[in-house]
């Protein structure tokens, strides 16, 4: 049974760090996350692909979060850095089966339970 258990979640001062971590039970084509705030969409944040580490990330967050991938351990991480207000939200991992060249739009056949992310200001 697949399975993506995401952690790392909290509170954090605007500016400050934080870093989410799934674990993902099989192999993918690629992982991605997704985050949701109150009363908004589900928006794509980032997705890396499983071989190869091509990574793609949405402009608001370009140049502050990072996605990583350990094969060994099969987790796929969200650094996120110079955190702002407007990324408060709960943020999901994802795993997609089959090759897409539009990450960022494609369709993910797994998701994880979630994980808050508060940023105060």
């Known amino acids: 049974q697949v399975q993506l258990v995401e952690s790392g979640g909290g509170l954090v001062q605007a500016g400050g760090s934080l870093r989410l971590s799934c674990a993902a039970s099989?192999?993918?084509?690629?992982m991605g996350w997704f985050r949701q705030a109150p009363g908004k969409e589900r928006e794509f944040v980032a997705a890396i692909k499983w071989n190869g580490g091509n990574t793609i990330y949405a402009d608001s967050v370009k140049g502050r979060f990072t996605i990583s991938r350990d094969n060994a351990k099969t987790t796929v991480d969200l650094q996120m850095n110079s955190l702002k207000s407007e990324d408060t939200a709960v943020y999901y991992c994802?795993?997609?089966?089959?090759?897409?060249?539009?990450?960022?739009?494609?369709?993910?056949?797994?998701w994880g339970q979630g994980t808050q992310v508060t940023v105060s200001s």
């Open positions: 099989g192999s993918y084509y690629a």
């Open positions: 994802a795993a997609r089966l089959l090759p897409s060249d539009d990450l960022g739009n494609s369709f993910y056949h797994y």
